[in-house]
């Protein structure tokens, strides 16, 4: 895109799922046609945090995260959380997770979700890492840990739905909160986006997964991304160029990257 075109960040996606594996170079050559300029592939355990690692190193303008995701923190345990945070020395991976609690699914033992959770928190905190967090069906849960953990280290709601008590605590805390493609087609989303202040906002794709309106159905990319940026302008009474320009330097500022080329 022109340089006076709208640079754009995904603060959340999968780029080592397997949906991206054969055709990943032209997927990352497309988001970066659309102006995604930066991203973060968020790793779902420490094998995933290694690729994920990896691909960031030879991929200008992408980083990556380390944790385990509350769908496998049955496998939580002392050594596998000093792997991740080996992992996260790393000078490609910028926070920790994704972490949190899925009450939805419930593929893992609620306490091992909560010990798994608690743990990601500490570990944020020590490192001195922003922390990425999955909340679903637990929004009283995770409201208590963002309140308890919150002030230990800066940390993301990723993929929003509601939930008052949890904004409050996220805002509380100084947390950032993020809106996916479900913006483009869920309409209730509209009034909790315009409730969130300014300079906590991010958006992101999740991708392959949450492809906004027009794309629902198809597997999502980055280059989508400009779709739910569009959705936010139009709720919160902004420009496409205003939206994308805030929510690109608050990503830059929660991850660190603010001196990042």
Known sequence: MAGTEPTLFDSHLHLTAARFGPD???VVDRAHARGVRGMVTVASDPEDAEKASALAARTPGLWATAGLHPHSADRTSASLM???ERLAEAPEVVAIGETGLDFHYDNAARPAQLENFEAHLGMAARLGLPIV?????AEAETAERVREYGDGAAGVLHCFTGGEALLDAAL?????????G?????????????????????????????AP??????????????????????VRGTSFEEAAALTARNARRFYGLEDAA
């Open 172 to 180: 509380a805390a100084d947390w950032y909160v993020s809106f996916s």
């Open 213 to 234: 309106v027009p794309r629902r159905g198809r597997r999502n990319e980055p280059a989508y991304l400009t779709h739910t940026c569009e959705r936010l302008a139009k």
């Open 82 to 84: 000093g792997e991740i």
């Open 133 to 137: 967090v999955h909340s679903r069906s």
């Open 24 to 26: 990943l170079d032209e």
């Open 182 to 210: 479900l913006i483009t087609f869920v309409a209730e989303l509209a009034e909790w986006a315009r409730a969130v202040p300014a300079h906590r906002l991010l958006i992101e794709t999740d991708a392959p997964y949450l």
